[in-house]
């Protein structure tokens, strides 16, 4: 097993040089139309995608914490590219953790 396969969550975290030439430069596209259940994840964390258009920056799912509704409208953190997700309403079906019958 090859550990360089395995990129870390941290390692989209940090810009380096590589990638700090990434930085803002499709924040003028078009928004475009995205399926979040089809985006790669930085990691196990459900929320962190990566972006789709630079491959190395991060889209992080913004949560209305009183609705508890997710915003369909993201960005990419590096290159600032603006995403709509089209398929959000799978994470939003209520489940029985999240409303407990009393
Ligand atoms: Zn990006």
Redesign the pocket.
């Known amino acids: 097993m090859n550990k360089n396969e395995k990129r870390t969550k941290n390692s989209y975290l940090f810009v380096n040089k590589t990638d700090s030439c990434?930085l803002g430069i499709?924040i003028r596209n078009p928004i475009i139309n995205v399926k979040h259940q089809e985006l790669n994840r930085t990691g196990e964390n459900l929320y962190e995608s990566v972006?789709?258009?630079?491959?190395?920056?991060?889209?992080l799912i913004k949560q209305n914490r009183s609705s508890l509704r997710f915003s369909r409208h993201d960005s990419?953190?590096?290159?600032?590219?603006r995403v709509y997700y089209t398929d959000l309403e799978y994470l939003e079906e209520p489940s029985e953790e999240k409303y407990p019958h009393n």
């Open positions: 990434l499709n972006c789709p258009v630079c491959k190395a920056g991060i889209l990419c953190i590096l290159c600032g590219q």
